[in-house]
Each structure stands twice: as structure tokens, then as C-alpha cells.
């Protein structure tokens, strides 16, 4: 089994930048593809983005894509999801996710652990 603790959620104005870090346990978490997903106030649940296990092949939505950038350091068991230039629309809950695959998921249902979620609030 695969634990996930987020941190690294907060407010932050438009134009700004958060950094938000997945602690995971567990082990298999070497073998497993990461991934990235919101949810904000009203709204379903969205893909944001995923890494394979390596690290070698990531891949992210469109409305993130260029601003958002998704790494892991296996050695420590983490993974990041950098993000610059935040808009108020990326306000969130903010959810990692872990796969017993490779490789991972544009879809929630490919994803087997959950973290509990960090706030991501973006002011104008």
C-alpha cells in the first residue's frame, strides 16, 4: 500500500508561483506513475498532469501546460508540482495520486492511492 500526504497549498496572488510537494510511503512507490488532479469549489474532479515512475515521460493538461511543471525524486519519495504564473481559475483542491502502473492516467480511475488534499487559492 501507498500512503500520500500534500503540503505547500496556500494563497497566493495572480502571476505568482506555489510549489506543492506529495511525501508518499509505501513499497511499491518506485514502481509507481504519479499524477496530479483539482477539483474546485462546485466542479468535478480534472487532470492536471502525470510522470512515469522514472521520471523520464511526463504529461499535462492544456490549460496548465507550459505553466505547471510536474518532477520526482525517487530517493526521497516525492513528487512536485511547480506552478508559475497561477490564475484565479487554478483555485483548488489540489490531489496526488499513485498508480500500481508505470505509467500513468489522464483519468482518476486509473489511480489508485490518494493523498488528502492541499488548497490552492489564487487572488486577482
Do not use: H
Amino acid at each position: 500500500q501507498v500512503q500520500l500526504v500534500e503540503t505547500g497549498g496556500g494563497l497566493v496572488q495572480a502571476g505568482g508561483s506555489l510549489r506543492l510537494s506529495c511525501a508518499a510511503s509505501g513499497r511499491t512507490f518506485g514502481s509507481t506513475a504519479m499524477g496530479w488532479f483539482r477539483q474546485a469549489s462546485g466542479k468535478e474532479r480534472e487532470f492536471v498532469a502525470t510522470i512515469n515512475w522514472s521520471g523520464a515521460s511526463t504529461y499535462y493538461a492544456g490549460p496548465v501546460k507550459g505553466r505547471f511543471t510536474i518532477s520526482r525524486d525517487n530517493a526521497e519519495n516525492t513528487v512536485y508540482l511547480q506552478m508559475n504564473s497561477l490564475k484565479p481559475e487554478d483555485t483548488a483542491v489540489y490531489y496526488c495520486a499513485a498508480a500500481r502502473t508505470a505509467s500513468g492516467s489522464v483519468y482518476y480511475t486509473g489511480y489508485d492511492y490518494w493523498g488528502q488534499g492541499t488548497q490552492v487559492t489564487v487572488s486577482s
